[in-house]
């Protein structure tokens, strides 16, 4: 289907602009949000009689979108959840959580200005996009721990769950020894010197000896 954007559309184009997309991303989500028309005459008409009140429009909300960036962009939130001893959470951080995390810090979004590429469901520092403006792109880091302890950490760029694996992993280090041979285990010597030496068998004498006592 062919549109007109009546506002810049990330790897679509800028306003004014006649693009070619699927019928599906047109009817669910560009009609509907008043991001563009469909192109036929009587709307290419009506949109260039209506082309510079849409572009000052579009100024306005850009200029408000920047004044409100400078209380976005750079901002850390921090969130504590439960999670595995593997850093996986029990659930999800979602685009409301970092609403109001933000709305905490002052800052005031809307939870379709948060983008997440990906659901957030492991501990870490997690760099996320907030949309204040078609032309305006803010960033923020969402610092998910377990513990206000644990996010302290991080956010002096520690790898919590790095940390935890070379704990865990340090208590299984072998001994080494340089003059074992290939295949040998470790300490197998010293185990068979420490072993008990087998009974001795009776002797012929010991026999003879038993059979005069009786």
């Known amino acids: 289907m062919e549109v007109i954007l009546l506002e810049r559309v990330e790897k679509l184009g800028q306003i004014g602009d006649v ?6 991303f047109a009817r669910n989500y560009l009609l509907p949000n008043k991001k563009a028309l469909r192109a036929n005459e009587s709307n290419k008409k009506l949109f260039e009689a209506n082309r510079a009140k849409i ?3 579009n100024a306005d909300r850009r200029s408000d979108a920047e ?10 939130v921090q969130l504590i959840r439960q999670a595995s001893n593997t850093g996986q959470l029990y659930g999800s951080v979602s685009a409301r959580d970092i609403v109001e995390a933000l709305e905490a810090e002052g800052a005031k979004v809307t939870k379709s200005q948060v983008v997440l590429d990906r659901p957030i469901k492991a501990i870490g520092m997690h760099e996320v996009r907030v949309v204040l403006h ?9 610092n998910v721990a377990r513990s206000p302890e644990e996010a302290d950490l991080q956010a002096q760029g520690v790898d919590v769950m790095a940390q935890m694996f070379e704990r865990e992993t340090a208590g299984f280090t072998e001994a080494f020894d340089p003059n074992a041979e290939p295949g040998e285990v470790p300490g197998e010597e010293t185990q068979e010197a420490a072993a008990p030496a087998p009974a001795a068998e009776a002797t012929e004498a010991d026999a003879d000896e038993g059979e005069a006592k009786a």
């Open 134 to 142: 078609p032309e305006v792109v803010s960033m923020i880091k969402v």
């Open 55 to 57: 572009e000052a429009d």
């Open 67 to 76: 004044k409100a960036a400078k209380d976005v962009e750079g901002k850390t």
């Open 19 to 24: 693009v070619t997309v699927k019928n599906g």
